[in-house]
């Protein structure tokens, strides 16, 4: 009965497997931005960012069906949302955009995985995070540059 359901159009199996795709991706991201225990506060981790990237997917998912504008909505909302962040981050006095820049990526992902792309989306989520986890390393060798 339930496959006979979702065969006449009742739930999109599409839409699901995508939205648990972006949600495993997203998550992958969102775990990276709390794994620090030093941090004291965390403003967005590992429930924020997965819950981005099935955003991405419900507003591509949306496009499809109302058209490509709700997508454009979706940019500014999100994009919005990820200044909210940086301003949210100044006022607690933390440095630097990533974790704002990383959530709207997140969001990119999330619309790009509905779009089809999944192999794309899976490394540029691999991408992100290795970039996010090398922090460090990519600031040590910035500061060994400059003399």
Do not use: C, W
């Not at 955003?55 to 990820?82: C, K, Q, R």
């Amino acid at each position: 009965m339930l496959l006979t359901m979702m065969t006449y159009g009742f739930v999109d199996l599409n839409l699901v497997l995508n939205a648990v795709i972006a949600v495993a991706l997203g998550a992958l991201i969102g775990l990276e931005r709390e794994h620090r225990e030093d941090k004291k506060m965390v403003i967005a981790g590992v429930r924020t960012f997965p819950m981005t990237s099935l955003a991405g997917v419900i507003f591509a998912f949306l496009s499809e069906h109302l058209g490509y504008s709700i997508i454009d909505v979706g940019l500014i909302i999100f994009g919005g949302f990820a200044l909210l962040l940086a301003y949210l981050k100044y006022e607690v006095h933390t440095i630097g955009i990533t974790t704002p820049v990383a959530f709207f990526l997140t969001f990119l992902i999330g619309l790009m995985v509905q779009q089809g792309f999944l192999a794309e989306s899976a490394f540029l989520t691999v991408f992100i995070t290795f970039l996010l986890l090398t922090k460090e390393r990519l600031h040590k060798i910035a500061r060994n540059i400059g003399g």
